[in-house]
């Protein structure tokens, strides 16, 4: 909470002037104004779990500007799809040459300079938390939920062996309202991927040309109409 200007000086005015030990005291003295209360902290962890879970299940769409900062501190940028379940796609700005696109099950990443796509189960990707159509909230293990005034954040491990390390999804707040606004993997080797969304858009017509399979060796579909 911050309190008004105008406040603090009609308070002064109102006051006698205080000696000089007395300003000394009241410069040496920190502030006490009252903290904000976090987020949903009337919930306990699990059920904040479950507010989250619902509200990223209720999300059909989703179209954003991302930021992505990756371990060794490098920093991209572009859009991303999301239509859930099961559908996605990153593309990344120039000079990334990458597109990532995942479908069917399987997350496929594209070169475009060396003319390559590589694929990978989505189970062994932490896209799972993201892309399954219920969220499984026996299959991941709930490490840690983190509140702030304004958001709330959810540690998840994968409670079987398919995937290893951790991640984390932060929501943003507004009252009932949860909103997905960022999210970190940590990997076993210690490195964390951090991933934050722009101008979240939910709930428009994505086309489907968007998570078209790319062709080994081929040219990327761009078509986005």
Known sequence: MIIPLLVLLASQAASPAPS????????????????APLALGGLSDEEVYARAAAALEAVDT??????????????????????????LRFDYDEPSAQEVVATGGLVYVHDA?????????????????????RIDTEGAQLLAVRRTPDEVSLTLEA???????????????????????????????????????????TGGKLSRNLFRIPEAGGAFVRDRR
């Open 113 to 133: 300079d060396l003319e390559t796509t590589d694929s990978y189960p989505v189970s062994k990707t932490p896209l799972r938390f993201l892309l399954s159509k």
């Open 20 to 35: 000089e030990p007395e300003l000394a005291s009241a410069e040496a003295a920190p502030l006490d104004l009252p903290e």
């Open 62 to 87: 989703l179209q954003a500007r991302f930021v992505q900062t990756a371990p060794s501190g490098s920093v991209s940028s572009g859009e991303v799809y999301l239509d859930r379940p099961g559908r």
């Open 159 to 201: 409670a079987d062996d398919e995937l290893t390390g951790e991640v984390a999804l932060v929501f943003a707040v507004d009252g009932d309202d949860l909103t997905l606004s960022r999210w970190a993997v940590f990997d076993p080797r210690g490195g964390v991927t951090v991933v934050s969304l722009e101008g979240v858009e």
